[in-house]
């Protein structure tokens, strides 16, 4: 079933590429139909999953090049459950707003098509050069994505995205090859190896540890992105067309945080420990400054993309965390930061549409005309900010909550991203949606079509249930999460602080500061 | 007799937030006043189930109980669950009771208006989400609560967000909302790593067991952060004044009765980590001192008749802050309930007098209007009295038991019962000076303006209200503590601070306090029972000093040259300096030199693959080398 999930939005691609061009009209309502085909499995994939389980589930192996030992190997844990979800959920949305594609519409719906399969297959790879390949194929259709349907300077957001994004990558193909080439070196047989599997039982030596967990963090730092590497993001955004900013928000940054959850911490674990200041610093400082640097930008897009940054960096820091609880939180916080904000960059792009124009200045009193698009906006942003009930605070607290019992002076810090995130959201959204309602584009500004009100109604419905029921995610995660932190207790002296301890707490914090 | 199992009363909650999804999707639809009706029902029908489910407490066979609803986020321990206590039942009683009073009122108040319906949204919402809070069994989900109650505000005070002021304000609420929560969210989070858990059975019944004073001193003070947030006080109650943009009912129900108290309740309800604190129950106290003080001189210098009425509260919750410092929580719990009565009663007056004046506010276009709104000025002058102390109305009871506590502790809370003393003179001050500005004396009103008595639906809620006001303090009176003895359950293990007993003490510490108001109350008639010319003499023999009282001590200004102008300053720099020039002119500057580099090595861009493989076979194999060379393996 796998297999068929990764590749119908290939062969979706496939069969919108044999309809003739000038049938312009068919595209989009086909792209989009082929890429509910997908959301279907993915649904069937995520109920048919077996909670209580913590390994791969309905793995699937075929070799396919046996003197390497690289395999097309596919399975789905807690991990990639939800990305995956989220993933099939998000693509016939980001179609259905794309009506402002105009030019090579038929190459856009394609290239969107096959970033799907890109995606869905990075996160299902369970063979690290499959992974890899997938990882990399991505970058062309988001690459064309950017640079041939995106704004006035799409082409220089476009290649700064590439370049930044294959450096990491060189790094990371180096690893993985050194990672083949140890597992040749130490098993008898003497046979390359990319299996995932297969190399978590390797012996890796602490210093070649930290090498290789070093090339894999800066290939997946950049793509979360992690602080100081976050300048190509927010010129992405603003560039790319709406569907763009959906899947880059809402699914590619999470191939970062994904790749550090899922490679780093469980084949480097002794790395990971020794590591786990430099990254939780990182993170911290991301949270902090994503959030003050959004506060003051004048382009509403970019003050989204900001928020992001400070987004995953909640995400890292539960990652790095190693609690149960703040591993649990970094999952479901990919998820929902991909729903919330997917949603806001939607929100973004219909105002886009009718204004032309993305400047917080040029609006005002927009909730007059246009309640509707005013109470999603508004309410999207209220999931952002982390009130709870909705599920950006889910995210949030579990990573904050979880993440006090190992860090607590940088969880103090990283708490304070609540306040600033209020700062930011609110008085954007005070100035683009209310005060008096001045200037007449504004005043004659649509409110939502029927159509798009159905783009987002789903999306709140899911903000509200994981606010409300995270369960249905959390149940299904909790398993791989415990089988994460139980390989890293058993490869290091590391230990997970129990809750309940608080004199605990207040050892480390002053061991943090002599 | 109905038996309700706490299991049921999530229907409290359910009540209320059913009819606001109702009126969010059918509201237009249904229109002006059914609307209207539906959410009064929906207000009512829970202060109903509350009323049945109180009944046991009241007979004194009620035991507290506690009810899993479902597992929120079992990582951290947090799950929906519904505690059910006298404490509980009677926040439940008060927010219901005094929210339905008001959701009455709202009918008449928002008559006309174009958002009707979404206003009773709203105020749906927020008595579910206020319910949410006091019900709530959980940390986590008294958060919920807590946030959701911030939400509501937020909601309405920018209601009529087309005016810039109204949108500011709600935002302000909010953000310095959020400040106060920063702290909460830190002792939630001391709170599970000292016990594992963020329920109330979990955490209260151990707290003695599993923290040691520092723990206990550290949560406390955090829980009293979040609190000094959500209850206006020093230095968090900037956004109170401000929140008077919303609607009046909206001050009535959200900035006066309820949510504000939210903060005095978290206290209490967390008395057994206050308990093993008394460093932050001193912190606690003192802040309610000084913010009571500190308010009620502002209060003096207002000319709005709701800002008089915002800082008034902000003084009245420093009170209970002041009570439950002193560890007299059931006193605090009492002037909360009190409190409730007769600020509803009295914002709900003013609105009826705003409505009465075309939506003016200015107290120096009032004046006379007693006969003109006979209901109004007589409800409003119970309020009054009720506020000032004076005996046997409400807040008399409930304030002097609070001033007697705080005595009987003695050594450094001697010092807060003169400030509290101090306090309630100038409390009788001001709010004379309101009664009097605006309804006695001649009438100074505008061109045009016709005042009128309110409709019934207004004035009913003031009369209940009124009732309430005078009645409502004998349910505690050193006589007969029943309050207290209805309490108990919830306070189990808990060292109530008292009086000091002895009948010739408590009539001696009432007195003082009943002589304070009488000075005050006095002062202020004869100051300004006088032509307009004569009271601003009086103004003006104060000097500078009513100048800063006017201004609020320009607190706002302060705050805005002091932390938010470098506040901006900081993030416009590290957005447009930082991230633009450094961070990103970096990266850019690497690319730069690498096409330089590459214009020197340009020969080896012949375009053969072949060659690039080489190079790139090569150069990976010079890594590897390295790599098992250093790493050993």
């Known amino acids: 079933m796998l297999t068929l999930l990764v590749l119908t939005p290939l062969l979706g691609a496939v069969v919108v590429s044999l309809v003739p061009a000038r049938r312009r009209e068919l595209h989009l309502p086909l792209g989009m139909a082929l890429s509910v085909a997908p959301l279907g499995l993915a649904g069937a994939m995520f109920f048919s999953f077996d909670a209580g389980e913590a390994s791969f589930q309905m793995v699937e192996k075929v070799v396919w090049w046996e003197p390497w030992g690289v395999s097309w190997q596919l399975g789905v844990d807690g991990i990639s459950l939800g990305m995956v979800a989220l993933t099939a959920i998000l693509f016939p949305l980001s179609l259905a707003v794309s009506d402002s594609i105009s030019h090579r519409r038929k190459a856009f719906v394609v290239a969107m098509l096959f970033l799907e399969t890109g995606l869905i297959g990075t996160f299902l790879a369970l063979d690290l050069l499959l992974f890899f390949v997938f990882f990399e194929v991505i970058l062309v259709p988001m690459y064309l994505i950017i640079g041939v ?10 290649v700064k995205f590439f370049i930044y994004t294959a450096f990491g990558s060189a790094l990371l193909l180096a690893a993985i090859i050194a990672l083949a080439v140890m597992h040749a070196s130490q098993t008898p047989d003497g046979l390359l190896s990319f299996d995932y599997l297969a190399l978590l039982t390797l012996d890796i030596s602490p210093t070649a540890q930290m090498w290789l967990f070093g090339a894999f963090a800066l290939a997946f730092a950049i793509k979360v992105p992690l602080f100081p590497f976050h300048t190509w993001l927010p010129d992405a955004h603003v560039e790319a067309p709406t569907a763009g900013s959906v899947l880059l928000a809402g699914v590619l940054l999470k191939l970062g945080t994904y790749g550090l959850l899922r490679f780093n911490l469980t084949l480097f674990p002794e790395a990971t420990v020794s590591l786990v200041p430099v990254l939780a610093v990182l993170a911290v400082v991301g949270i902090i400054y994503g959030a003050v640097v959004a506060i003051v930008q004048p382009d509403l897009k970019k003050l989204v993309a900001y928020s992001s940054v400070s987004h995953l960096g909640f995400v890292v820091l539960g990652i790095f965390a190693l609690t149960s609880a703040g591993l649990q939180g970094a999952v479901i916080q990919n998820v929902n930061h991909g729903l919330t904000t997917g949603a806001l960059f939607l929100l973004v792009g219909m105002l886009y549409d009718r204004r032309h124009t993305k400047q917080i200045s040029d609006f005002g009193g927009l909730a007059t005309p246009a309640p509707l698009m005013a109470g999603f906006f508004l309410f999207m942003a209220f999931a952002s900010i982390g009130l709870p009930g909705l599920n950006g605070f889910v995210g949030e607290f579990l990573v904050l909550v979880g993440s006090f019992p190992s860090l607590p002076g940088l969880t103090v810090v990283a708490a304070f991203g609540v306040v600033l995130a209020a700062i930011y959201m609110l008085w954007a959204y005070q100035r683009v949606f209310t005060g008096p309602l001045e200037g007449a584009e504004n005043r004659k500004l649509a409110d939502l079509s029927a159509k ?12 509200l249930l994981l606010g409300l029921y995270p369960g249905i995610l959390l149940e299904r995660t909790a398993p791989s999460v415990e089988a994460i932190l139980d390989r890293i207790e058993q490869h290091t002296d590391y230990e997970a602080p129990e809750p309940g301890r608080l004199a605990d707490v207040f050892n480390t914090a002053s061991e943090d500061e002599s | 007799m109905i038996d309700l199992p706490t299991e049921a009363l999530w229907l ?20 002006e006043p059914r609307a209207g009706y539906l959410a009064c029902a929906a207000s009512l029908a829970a202060f109903g189930v509350a009323a049945v489910a109180a009944v046991p407490f009241l007979t004194g066979e009620g035991q507290p109980s506690q009810s899993l609803l479902w597992e929120w986020m079992p990582a951290v321990g947090a799950s929906f669950e519904i505690v059910w206590d006298p404490l509980s039942a009677l926040m439940t009683l008060v927010v219901t009771g005094v929210g339905s009073l008001i959701h009455i009122y709202s009918l008449g108040y928002m008559h006309g208006d174009p958002r009707f319906a979404r206003f009773f949204v709203y105020l749906n919402l927020f008595t579910a989400s206020m319910l949410t809070l006091v019900l709530a069994g959980n940390f986590a989900m008294l958060f919920v609560g807590w946030e959701l109650v911030g939400l509501c505000s937020y909601l309405l005070i920018s209601f009529w967000f087309t005016r810039p002021s109204a949108a500011a304000a709600g935002k302000k609420a909010f953000v310095v909302n959020r400040i106060g929560d920063f702290g909460f969210l830190i002792a939630l989070m001391l709170i599970f790593s000292s016990f594992g858990t963020l329920s109330y059975s979990g955490v209260f019944d151990r707290a003695s067991e599993e923290l040691t004073g520092s723990a206990a001193t550290l949560i406390g003070l955090m829980l009293a952060a979040g609190a000094i947030g959500k209850s206006a006080q020093i230095p968090l109650y900037v956004w109170l004044p401000d929140a008077m943009e919303g609607p009046t009912p909206v001050s009535a129900l959200i900035h006066a009765a309820t949510m504000v108290t939210a903060g005095v309740y978290v206290i209490a309800r967390s008395a057994p980590i206050f308990e093993l604190a008394p460093a932050a129950s001193g912190a606690v106290a003192a802040v309610g001192a000084l913010t009571a003080l500190w308010a009620a001189t502002i ?17 009245q919750l420093g009170y209970m802050f002041l009570a439950v410092g002193a560890t007299a929580y059931v006193a605090g719990v009492f002037h909360l309930m009190t409190h409730a009565f007769f600020k509803a009663l009295l914002f709900l007056g003013a609105g009826s007098v705003i409505h009465a004046m075309g939506g003016r506010q200015d107290m120096e276009e009032m004046g006379g209007l ?5 209901v109004t000025f007589l409800t409003m002058g119970i309020g009054v009295v009720a506020i000032a102390g004076f005996p046997p109305l409400a807040g008399f009871w409930s304030k002097d038991e609070i001033l007697g506590v705080v005595f009987n502790q003695g050594g450094f809370f001697t010092l807060l019962w003169l400030v509290g003393l101090i306090t309630a003179l100038l409390t009788a001050f001001y709010m004379i000076r309101q009664f009097v500005l605006v309804f006695l004396g001649w009438p100074r009103w505008p061109e045009g303006v016709v005042p009128h008595e309110s409709p019934r639906s207004m004035t009913f809620p003031l ?19 029943g309050l207290e003895h209805f309490l108990e359950p919830s306070f189990e293990g808990v060292k109530l601070g008292h009086p000091a007993d002895g009948v010739v003490s408590i009539l001696v510490l009432a007195a003082v306090a009943v002589g304070a108001g009488v000075v005050g109350a006095a002062m202020a008639f004869f100051a300004y029972h006088r032509p307009p010319e004569a009271w601003r003499r009086f103004q003006a023999a104060f000097g500078k000093v009513w100048g800063w009282w006017e201004d609020g001590y320009r607190v706002d200004d302060i705050y805005g040259t002091m932390l938010v102008a470098p506040g901006r300053r900081l993030a416009e720099q590290a957005a447009f300096k930082l991230d633009l020039g450094v961070v990103d002119g970096a990266v850019n500057g690497v690319a730069r030199l690498v096409r330089a580099a590459g214009t020197m090595i340009r020969p080896a861009q012949s375009g053969l693959i072949r060659q690039y493989g080489l190079w790139f076979g090569l150069g990976l194999v010079a890594l590897l080398a390295w790599l098992l060379v250093r790493g050993g393996v």
């Open chain 2, 12 to 31: 409290v909650i359910a009540l209320p937030l059913g009819g606001s999804l109702l009126l969010h999707f059918a509201g237009r639809w249904l229109g």
């Open chain 1, 149 to 158: 349907w995106g704004g006035k300077r799409r082409v220089y957001a476009a």
């Open chain 1, 452 to 463: 798009e009100t159905a783009v987002l109604a789903p999306l709140a419905a899911l903000v």
């Open chain 2, 463 to 481: 009369v209940v209200l009124a009732v309430l006001s005078v009645l409502g303090g004998l349910v505690n009176t050193p006589f007969r503590l």
């Open chain 2, 299 to 315: 209060a003096m210098g207002q000319s709005d008749i709701k800002r008089v009425l915002a800082y008034s509260t902000i003084s």
């Open chain 2, 370 to 374: 007693r006969k003109a709104m006979p």
